[in-house]
């Protein structure tokens, strides 16, 4: 069973930067896209960046390119969320998730999320 433990949300003023983990353990993730979705109050959940495991490609939101980074550490089984540029519009939760096979931004898709991380950006 995938278990996703993410870590590293807060408050933090605009302009600021924050960077989220999400540690990963349950099986081997070398067929995984492991991604990160957000959800903020009277909102659906919204795909931010998601990466392949194994290759390390990464595709990332255009609310979020330029601003946002995904990265992993297979050694640590941890994938991160370095979020740059922060703006009160980021305000949210923040799920990381995986699905075995190719990334795509629908969240239906994702068998396995986490419990979530509170990201809040005061303006």
């Known amino acids: 069973q995938v278990h996703l433990v993410e870590s590293g949300g807060g408050l933090v003023q605009a302009g600021g930067s924050l960077r989220l983990s999400c540690a990963a353990s349950?099986?081997?993730?070398?067929?995984?896209?492991m991604g990160w979705f957000r959800q903020a109050p009277g909102k659906e959940r919204e795909f931010v960046a998601a990466?392949?495991?194994?290759?390390?490609?990464?595709y990332t939101a255009d609310s979020a390119k330029g601003r946002f980074t995904i990265s992993r550490d297979i050694a640590k089984s941890t994938v991160y969320l370095q979020m740059n540029s922060l703006t009160p519009e980021d305000t949210a939760v923040y799920y990381c998730?995986?699905?075995?096979?190719?990334?795509?931004?629908?969240?239906?898709?994702?068998?396995?999320w986490g419990q979530g991380t509170q990201v809040t950006v005061s303006s």
């Open positions: 998730t995986e699905r075995e096979g190719f990334p795509t931004p629908r969240a239906q898709e994702y068998d396995n």
């Open positions: 990466i392949i495991w194994s290759r390390g490609v990464t």
């Open positions: 349950g099986r081997t993730f070398s067929s995984s896209t």
